[in-house]
């Protein structure tokens, strides 16, 4: 029976387990490999080194969680903002700004709880039960109680509860992708491989949380919860720290600046009123406050959320769902993809896409399980009927093999190994109807895949007793077994390894596996198929098949459209550099296109990565250490990063890049959780149109910013001169938050449904550290708030020279500072261009229904009795409408006007 451990044993227990053998495991671990662990042991085992489970983060409490949604400057500018109408004794506008409040913190709370739940996802991807070996019998015990030197027992379906040093495989593939990204199942074996060999290529272990495709095995448990290896990157994604996104960054900043901007201002008022002008200080302490009321954007937070929402929408019309609303505008500013690629930039459905024959190369079109294509030589087309080869390829590659395919409406599905739904569908491609092949030939006999002999045979007889054998592996083996070749009209030849040699080289530098078929013909009935049947050899060879999980069309112009828009496109991949580089040919990701490995990378220190990973555009071999330090390293060189993935490995770099993309289809929940975004259909083109959005939405962001500040500029700048000249206050705090809300509310929310301007996806990426406010939009923003400044202090002096009521000469500000709103929301359809033509005035529908919506609210506003009591206002003669109109029109010229000039001097 087993022994006990020593005291001093680390987790994992067997360094580099992978590389020794198999019983020197089992000796260092102390188990008998026949008798396993005794139920003493197992629980001493237990107790020392703790249940098979990762463990619990530690985390802040609903409640907190809650408060420090409101630690932002912003959200305290608000709360003052709401504290004020309420000491005011506008309870509704108070209660519309602490609405907004409790909105974006509840939010918050919401996002950030997913955010968590990403670690739960990784717990979850642990086996719930495990078959082993205790007291010298098999039994099912639950995996959370695996200790170290358990022997389990592994089976075709089962999720590998622990991590393993395989100690007996039978035809064994596991499917590691959620841990490297790898498309194919790998072959494993008990033989120990080199120490420094890459996770992926460990071909002696089963890692916890990945699953069994085929075969059979056992192996002796080396590590278990924090100490596997998918408890590592657990451990990676909650030491990762998630970044804001650069608008939020940019919003802390701006935030900041306009609470001292305001504070100053308003004392200064105070200041300015009490000691030079003589006013009383609770006069002029009311006065301030008005200052601070119309300086303040209270609508700002709302129209922000509210055009990321849009932006969510149209997203989600374009297959990318965003889970967190700061990253629509994020993706605006991405100016490197890196991207998985299998099942993203590739279709992740194995293709045959050539043909190697005695007579040379064919060329296989389509792609994906889908029997659309043909064969080519030379450039044309060749029909199946020409090429009797052809059809003999076909058969023999439907027939040795245990994959299905289906048609359900319009798609194609595949049940079985991936490489095999290849085969079927080339069959398909050359003709060979799979039901009445297998009648003729049904199968009656067959060796499976065994990585020991490295080929797969059936046995088959025809309606007249004829034994005939399909063989299809490693093109080595079968070369070995084949006699003769056949040319594409059928008839034999004789067979030029070193011919067949250089095309399949020429082949596998293109990243294509290799896979060979041939057959024999066998005289008379054979009661079964055994080894030797095969290995007396004689067979003839039909072809080595170039088989790839080629890139999706769609993905093609994606990463064409994102490198036209100055984003530039890093494929990281778990699989092999020789197929990463070929994918990245086709792509056209770089014109000498260069794969840096996860070894190389491990060489590196973070000073080299940084300038290698600006120069290198694929990463093969990459593990999830790889993927992080890679994101990292371009953070560091100011790049702002989005990531795609769908395996449990990609988790940690989804988590620290700027936006994190995780498949929908084919992504683990792990990868879910720790993204912001998640493509409904693991397609890279909807990355790419995701970016296009997020720029639009950034647009509309700076088109609502520039469109709201002057507003606030205005009426603080009537408040201040007002104070500055000893004037009476030509607006109300009540009527400046009834100017802010209105306008925020209706004019300023139709700027968040324009659509993207014809050349969003030609422009440079913006820079990071780009400020929100250039020098361009301050110069606009103060201009514009200028021009409301003098009209709504011009008409307000007008209407009371003309002996007009100070209510009506208010009205009248009041109305003059909406009108160059009205008329200043055209100017804002573009930042630049020109508006005065058709689709520059009635392009969007919204700006309409805004302004009809305004009018709606200002009619009341200035003759109803009870919103006159309210705000202090009083109906208006027909002739002050004319004057406010004519204000209007000359802020829309005097805007275009600036614009033309701008224009002129960017030309220039």
Not at 297 to 317: D, Y
Not at 836 to 861: D, E, K, S
Request: hydrophobic fraction near 50%.
């Amino acid at each position: 029976m087993s022994s006990a451990l020593p005291s001093a044993a680390p987790v994992p227990l067997v360094s580099d387990s992978h590389a020794c053998a198999a019983d020197d495991c089992l000796a260092e671990l102390g188990v008998d490999r026949d008798e396993g662990l005794d139920a003493a042991e197992a629980a001493a085992r237990l107790a020392r080194y703790g249940a098979n489970t990762l463990p619990e983060p530690p985390r802040n409490g609903p409640l907190k969680r809650f408060l420090l949604q409101f630690h932002n400057v912003l959200i305290y500018v608000l709360l003052v903002a709401g504290v004020v109408t309420l000491l005011l004794g506008h309870h509704v506008d108070s209660g519309v700004i602490f609405g907004v409040v409790l909105i974006n913190a509840f939010i918050g709370f919401l996002q950030e709880g997913k955010a968590e739940r990403a670690l739960d996802a990784i717990r979850d991807m642990l086996s719930p039960h495990a078959q082993i070996l205790r007291d010298g019998r098999r039994q099912e015990v639950d995996a959370g109680e695996l200790v170290p030197g358990d022997i389990v027992f592994l089976a075709s379906g089962d999720k590998v509860p622990a991590d393993l040093r395989l100690i007996d495989a039978r035809s064994l593939r596991i499917d590691e992708a959620v841990l490297t990204g790898e498309a194919q199942p790998v072959e494993k074996s008990p033989d120990a491989v080199a120490a420094d060999a890459s996770l992926g290529d460990r071909c002696s272990m089963a890692y916890s949380g990945t699953l069994v495709t085929y075969g059979q095995g056992c192996g002796v448990v080396v590590a278990t919860g924090a100490g596997s290896e998918i408890g590592r990157i657990s451990a990676m994604l909650d030491e990762v720290e998630s970044l804001t996104t650069p608008l939020l960054r940019q919003m802390a900043g701006f935030s900041a600046m306009l609470t001292w901007v305001i504070l100053a201002v308003a004392l200064g008022a105070f200041a300015f009123g009490t000691l030079l002008r003589g006013y009383a200080p609770g006069e002029m302490f009311l006065a301030a406050v008005s200052l601070a009321v119309a300086a303040i954007p209270e609508g700002l937070p709302a129209i922000m959320t509210i055009t990321l929402a849009i932006g969510v929408q149209r997203m989600a019309r374009r297959r990318a769902i965003i889970r967190r609303l700061p990253a629509v505008e994020a993706l605006g500013s991405v100016t490197v993809i890196c991207s998985d690629k299998t099942g993203t930039l590739t279709r992740n459905e194995m293709t045959v896409q050539r043909v190697i024959t005695a007579d040379g190369n064919l060329d296989v079109s389509g792609a994906g399980y889908a029997p659309q294509g043909g064969f080519e030589r030379d450039g044309r087309e060749l029909p199946p009927d020409d090429a009797p080869l052809l059809r003999r390829i076909g058969r023999a590659a439907l027939l040795c093999n245990d994959a299905e395919l289906s048609l359900d409406g319009d798609t194609w599905h595949m049940v079985g190994d991936p490489t095999e739904g290849a085969l079927a569908t080339l069959a398909l491609k050359a003709g060979i109807d799979p039901r009445l092949q297998r009648e003729e030939l049904p199968r009656d006999d067959l060796i499976p895949f065994e990585s020991e002999h490295r080929f797969m045979a059936t046995l088959h007889h025809d309606q007249r007793g004829e034994a005939r054998i399909m063989l299809k592996g490693a093109p080595e083996r079968v070369l070995s077994l084949c006699a003769t070749c056949t040319g594409l009209d059928g008839q034999p030849l004789p067979l030029d390894a070193d011919a067949w040699q250089q095309r399949m080289d020429e082949a596998a530098a293109r990243g294509m596996r290799l896979l060979a078929v041939a057959e024999r013909q066998a005289p008379g009935r054979l009661d079964g198929l055994c080894l030797d049947d095969v290995e007396q050899g004689g067979f003839v060879l039909l072809a080595v098949l170039g088989i790839t999980d080629p890139p999706r069309d769609e993905a093609v112009c994606a990463v064409q459209a994102c490198l036209g828009a100055g984003i530039r496109v890093k494929m990281i991949t778990g699989d092999h550099a020789a197929t990463a580089r070929a994918i990245g040919q086709q792509l056209g990701l770089a014109q000498e296109v260069r794969a840096v490995t996860g070894a190389e990378i491990e060489r590196m220190d973070d000073a080299t990565l940084q300038r290698v990973v600006l120069e290198t555009e694929i990463f093969a071999r990459a593990s999830p250490e790889h993927k992080l330090r890679l994101v990292k390293a371009l953070q560091a060189g100011g790049e702002v990063v989005a990531m795609t993935g769908d395996g449990v490995n990609d988790a940690p770099a989804l988590k620290r890049a700027d936006v994190g993309v995780a498949m929908g289809r084919k992504g683990t929940e792990a990868a879910k959780e720790a993204a912001e975004m998640v493509l409904a259909d693991d397609n890279f083109a909807s990355v790419a149109a995701a970016v296009e959005e997020g720029r639009t939405v950034y647009d509309n962001l700076k088109k609502a910013v520039a469109y709201i500040l002057p507003t606030n500029i205005g009426q603080a700048g009537i408040v201040f001169f007002a104070v500055l000249f000893g004037l009476t206050m030509p607006i109300t705090p009540a009527q400046i938050l009834w100017v802010n809300m209105i306008t925020a509310v209706t004019l300023a929310l139709a700027l968040a449904f324009e659509k993207a301007e014809p050349d969003i996806m030609q422009r440079r990426p913006r820079d990071p550290r780009e400020p929100l406010l250039t020098r361009f939009l301050l110069w606009r923003i103060v201009f514009v708030g200028l021009l409301l400044v003098a009209g709504g202090m011009g008409l307000f002096l007008w209407e009371l020279e003309q002996g007009a009521s100070l209510a009506a000469a208010r009205t009248a500000a009041v109305n003059a500072v909406l009108a160059g709103e009205v008329f200043y929301l055209f100017n804002m359809r573009s930042l630049t261009g020109p508006v005065l033509n058709r689709a520059g005035l009635l392009g969007n529908r919204y700006v309409l229904w805004a302004i009809g919506l305004l009018l709606a609210c200002q009619i009341p506003f200035t003759y109803l009795p009870v919103m006159q009591a309210l705000f202090g206002t009083e109906g208006l003669a027909p002739d002050a409408w004319l004057r406010i109109l004519g204000f209007g029109v000359a802020v829309l010229l005097l805007v275009e006007a600036e614009k033309a000039v701008v224009r002129a001097r960017g030309a220039a």
